[in-house]
Every structure is written in structure tokens, then in C-alpha cells.
Nanobody, 119 residues
């Protein structure tokens, strides 16, 4: 079983930056991919970015390409995933969730961290 804890959200002005963090614990060797999703009020949850745990191949939603950067750090029994967000826009306002794609098991999700981009 994999447990995720995400953090780092907050209030930031348009054009500002923020860094989200996710810590995975438990059976982390079974994690294939770490990802970030977001859900704005009244909208469906959407994919933001992902990165494979072993090789570090990253993918991004078109809406965040060139502004967001995902990374990961593998430690003993722990996997860290970071989402560095630059040039934030009001449309980036959402509840951001960390997700782990776990081989042979259900995906794991964090509890969510709120990002608000506003003056």
C-alpha cells in the first residue's frame, strides 16, 4: 500500500511562483509514475503533469507546458514528487492532488492542496 501526502499550496499573485510537494511512503517500489492533477470549482479533475519514477520521463498538459516543471527524488522507502509552478495565472486556481500509479494495485491519491492565484 502507498500513502501520499501533498503540500505547498497557498495564495499567490498572478505571475508568481509556487512549489508543491508530495511524499509517498509504504510500498514505493511498486510506484510506476507520480503525477499531479487539479480540480477547479465546478470543473472535472484534470491532468497537469506526470513523471516516471525510475527513468524520470515527464509529460505535461498543454495548458502548463513551459510554466510548470515536475521532478521526483527517490529515497529509501520514500518517493518525493515536486511541481514547480511559474508565471501562475488565475486559471491555475484549483485544488491540486498528487497521484501515484501503483503497479498491481489501485492508484493512490493525496488529500489535495489549494492553490489560489489572485491579486
Amino acid at each position: 500500500q502507498v500513502h501520499l501526502e501533498d503540500s505547498g499550496g497557498g495564495l499567490v499573485q498572478p505571475g508568481g511562483s509556487l512549489r508543491l510537494s508530495c511524499v509517498a511512503s509504504g510500498h514505493t517500489d511498486s510506484i510506476h509514475t507520480m503525477a499531479w492533477y487539479r480540480q477547479a470549482p465546478g470543473k472535472d479533475r484534470e491532468f497537469v503533469a506526470s513523471i516516471t519514477r525510475a527513468v524520470g520521463i515527464a509529460n505535461y498538459a498543454d495548458s502548463v507546458k513551459g510554466r510548470f516543471a515536475i521532478s521526483r527524488d527517490n529515497a529509501e522507502n520514500t518517493v518525493f514528487s515536486f511541481l514547480q509552478m511559474y508565471r501562475l495565472k488565475p486559471d491555475d486556481t484549483a485544488l491540486y492532488y498528487c497521484k501515484a500509479v501503483v503497479l498491481g494495485s489501485n492508484d493512490a491519491w493525496g488529500q489535495g492542496t489549494q492553490v489560489t492565484v489572485s491579486l
